[in-house]
Structure formats: structure tokens, C-alpha cells
Nanobody
Framework: QVHLVESGGGLVQVGGSMRLSCTASGNALSLNTMRWQRWYRQAPGNNREMVATISKGGITDYEDFAKGRFVISRDNVDNTLYLQMNNLKPEDTAVYYC????????WGQGTQVTVSS
């Protein structure tokens, strides 16, 4: 089992920046078999959508709306996943979720990000 807790959300103005964190805890074997880590988001009335991925080997990938503005990274020592978001837009307003895949999917509880114009 893996337990994920997101933090760092809140209210930010258009053009501002915010860094989200996702701290993992739980079974060491599960953490060591992690295949990829992702950030997703879900805006009201919309389906959950992928934002960014970082593989076990450190390869990153972004959805088009995130390219050039968001950066996914991690600290393997602290078992923490990050999402640095820059030049935020009102359409980035959503609940952001971290996701770990070890052969099983694990989700955090989500953190609200609100971008005000």
C-alpha cells in the first residue's frame, strides 16, 4: 500500500506561480516498484485529465497545455513528487491529484488550485 498526500494548493493570481507537493509513504516494496508518477487535474464539470508524467527512469512528459509552463520533478530521498506551475491561467483552476502506478494505481486526496483574474 502507498499513501499519498498532496499539498501546496491555494489561490493565486493570473500569471503567478505555485508549487504542488505529493508526499508518499507506505510499503517500501511498493514504492520501489513504482513505474511512473503523474499529476492529474479535474475542473468542475470536466473529466479528470493528465497533466504531467515522470517515469521511474526520470523521463518527463507533459500535456500540451502544460508544456513550457509546468515542471514535474521528484525527490527520491523524501519520496516527494512536485509540480511547479508558472504563468498560471484561469483555466488552470482545478483540483490537482498525484498518482503513482506500481502495477496498482494510488491516488492522493487532491489539492485545490484556484487562479483568479
Amino acid at each position: 500500500q502507498v499513501h499519498l498526500v498532496e499539498s501546496g494548493g491555494g489561490l493565486v493570481q493570473v500569471g503567478g506561480s505555485m508549487r504542488l507537493s505529493c508526499t508518499a509513504s507506505g510499503n517500501a516494496l511498493s514504492l520501489n516498484t513504482m513505474r511512473w508518477q503523474r499529476w492529474y487535474r479535474q475542473a468542475p464539470g470536466n473529466n479528470r485529465e493528465m497533466v504531467a508524467t515522470i517515469s521511474k527512469g526520470g523521463i518527463t512528459d507533459y500535456e500540451d497545455f502544460a508544456k513550457g509552463r509546468f515542471v514535474i520533478s521528484r525527490d527520491n530521498v523524501d519520496n516527494t513528487l512536485y509540480l511547479q506551475m508558472n504563468n498560471l491561467k484561469p483555466e488552470d483552476t482545478a483540483v490537482y491529484y498525484c498518482n503513482y502506478y506500481t502495477g496498482e494505481n494510488y491516488w492522493g486526496q487532491g489539492t485545490q488550485v484556484t487562479v483568479s483574474s
